[in-house]
């Protein structure tokens, strides 16, 4: 079944610690993003990527960085956590004609 | 650059009353619009969308939304709804100038409710 896949579901990691977020999709869509979003409140694109090797930073700066080297998978990377970092982070991909497909998010709490 | 507005943040209901929840976009020569759905604690589904044809769309659980190109909407509609149907709700549209696929979001509406 064609999906996309979020790791982990939840996350509570100290100060100071790298982490990456996992997100793959099973569709064979080229395009690609990362949305951050605080509770109770509006997504902000923070990354995007339109195929492998291709990354742009989003609306919302963010000092998390991504990468593409295959086409169905897109890590995202905080190299140190803060807790400002604390927020839900949600994985998409999208085809036109099909609208966008999102994974079921990961809520990163920084302690 | 595109934009979206969602002018309730939260809409309380009773169970079988009918709900209406509004969305305008700034103006673009072409657009997508979609509607998606966020229960607690889960990613976003896609509820309804439209990119072409018929103005008024419809979604497999009795939501229904109306592009209107004059006004710029495309608000959201259920004559009757459900204690299932508490949930936030998301606008979004695509802006297709220049080839972009990107969404931008509407701050979303808190849809309760209530028996």
């Known amino acids: 079944e064609a999906d996309i896949y979020q790791t982990p579901r939840y996350l509570v990691i100290g100060t100071g610690k790298k982490i990456t977020l996992e997100c793959s999709q099973t569709m064979g869509h080229d395009k690609m993003y990362w949305y951050q979003q605080d509770p109770g409140m509006e997504l902000h694109l923070i990354h995007y990527?339109?195929?492998?090797?291709?990354?742009e930073k989003g609306d919302l700066s963010s000092e998390s960085t991504v990468s593409r080297i295959r086409t169905e998978h897109f890590p995202l990377t905080l190299e140190s956590a803060r807790p400002s970092h604390t927020s839900q982070y949600l994985c998409?991909?999208?085809?036109?004609?099909?609208?966008?497909?999102f994974g079921s998010g990961t809520r990163l709490t920084v302690v | 650059a595109q934009s979206v507005t969602q002018l309730d943040s939260q809409v309380p209901v009773f169970e079988e009353a009918p709900v209406e929840l509004r969305c305008n976009y700034s103006?673009?020569?072409?657009?997508?619009l979609f509607w998606y759905v966020q229960y607690p604690n889960q990613g976003l589904q896609l509820l309804l969308k439209?990119?072409?044809?018929?103005?008024l769309v419809e979604s497999i659980n009795g939501f229904e939304a109306e592009f209107n190109k004059s006004q710029t909407s495309f608000h959201l509609r259920k004559p009757s709804v459900h204690i299932s149907d508490t949930a936030e709700y998301f606008c979004?549209?695509?802006?297709?100038?220049?080839?972009?696929?990107?969404?931008?979001f509407g701050k979303g509406t808190k849809l309760t409710v209530n028996p």
């Open positions: 990527s339109y195929g492998v090797n291709s990354t």
């Open positions: 998409a991909s999208s085809d036109l004609a099909f609208g966008y497909t």
């Open positions: 103006s673009s020569v072409s657009v997508y």
């Open positions: 439209y990119l072409s044809g018929s103005t």
């Open positions: 979004a549209v695509s802006d297709l100038q220049g080839g972009s696929e990107k969404l931008v």
